[in-house]
């Protein structure tokens, strides 16, 4: 679910790319697609200004795979904490051990 920016919120985030259009480069990334950015910034007329201002010199990468994110997330699930101890049994060259 993505929640919408406050007015003020929008407004100020336009001041920011407005500041830095033709300064410098601005990384933007979203899991949105442009013709959905109005529900979040509430407004065609800001939404249409600030992607005018960020397609004018753009590198659009466009990404589909699986969430660098979510993997990390899995990875993590299925090691332990560390400073936890896990007893967990594992067979080593026909030997059961256990770790702590």
């Known amino acids: 679910m993505t929640k919408p920016f406050t007015a003020v919120g ?28 109005t529900s979040i910034f ?21 990404m589909n795979g699986e969430s660098y994110r979510l993997a990390t997330s899995k990875k993590a699930q299925r090691r332990p904490v560390q400073g936890q101890s896990q007893n967990t049994k594992t067979q ?9």
């Open 10 to 37: 929008s407004e100020l985030l336009f001041e920011v790319f407005s500041q830095r259009y033709e300064r410098g480069a601005t990384l933007v990334t979203s899991n949105l697609p442009f013709d959905e950015w």
């Open 42 to 62: 509430g407004s065609e007329r800001l939404t249409g200004a600030l992607l005018d201002r960020l397609t004018h010199h753009v590198h659009i990468l466009e």
């Open 92 to 100: 080593n060259e026909g030997d059961l051990t256990t770790k702590t």
